[in-house]
């Protein structure tokens, strides 16, 4: 390949990026305006929804800290924590970045008032994880999340091996962090043992 074809073929490459990056734009510009009317209506939910699917769209760091604040009016605490901790690996801004901290303390203090952040891993990894009685809420392990003050039922289970369920005491404020080592899973057999002598002793292990 020439010099010429080399430099067009780069010339080539970078008008694609823009054209992606300018239709991105767009996206983006139409989002942050649907964002805002949702807003208007009363609907954060969905208009935080929408800002976090316009920085999808195009990377400006500022919507995830709007969306953050708007979830964080709603109590969406763990929601809005997560989204600042997101803002804070992708922010270059000095200014933001204060903000962003001083969000965090706020949404931090509000969690810590009624619940405490878990993390629970498996031994082996990407075992299943369920949390609560009815075990509706099931992930892959390592898991991350926050549960109220109170006992909270775990049960952690992977394929050949034994389940196990934790009873875990959650105090608010406090960070737990929860380990399960499951065991290869033994089948459970019955053994009858008769003798024509009465009452013989009968030992199985030793035991």
Not at 143 to 164: C, K, Y
Request: aromatic residues 6%.
């Amino acid at each position: 390949m020439d010099v010429r074809t080399t430099i067009a073929c780069l010339l080539a490459t970078l008008l694609c990026q823009s054209a992606l990056a300018e239709r991105g734009y767009d996206r983006f510009r139409k989002l942050r305006v649907q964002a805002d009317l949702y807003e208007s209506l009363g609907r954060l939910q969905r208009s935080a929804e929408t800002l976090i699917e316009a920085f999808e769209a195009f990377p400006d760091e500022a919507v995830l800290l709007e969306a953050a604040s708007r979830l964080e009016r709603l109590e969406k605490y763990q929601q809005s924590l997560l989204l600042l901790e997101r803002y804070f690996t992708v922010s270059r801004s000095p200014a933001g970045r204060v903000t962003a901290r001083e969000s965090l303390k706020r949404v931090q203090s509000a969690i810590n008032k009624t619940s405490a952040e878990v993390r629970i891993t498996s031994d082996p990894k990407h075992a299943e994880i369920c949390i609560g009685d009815d075990h509706e809420r099931c992930e892959p392990s390592p898991v991350r999340t926050w549960l109220t003050a109170g006992e909270h039922t775990i049960r952690v289970q992977h394929p050949g091996l034994s389940t196990r369920t934790y009873v875990a005491k959650i105090e608010a404020g406090k960070h737990q962090s929860i380990r399960v080592r499951l065991q290869p899973h033994v089948p459970a057999g019955r053994l009858e043992v008769f003798s024509d002598v009465a009452d013989a002793a009968v030992q199985v292990d030793g035991k």
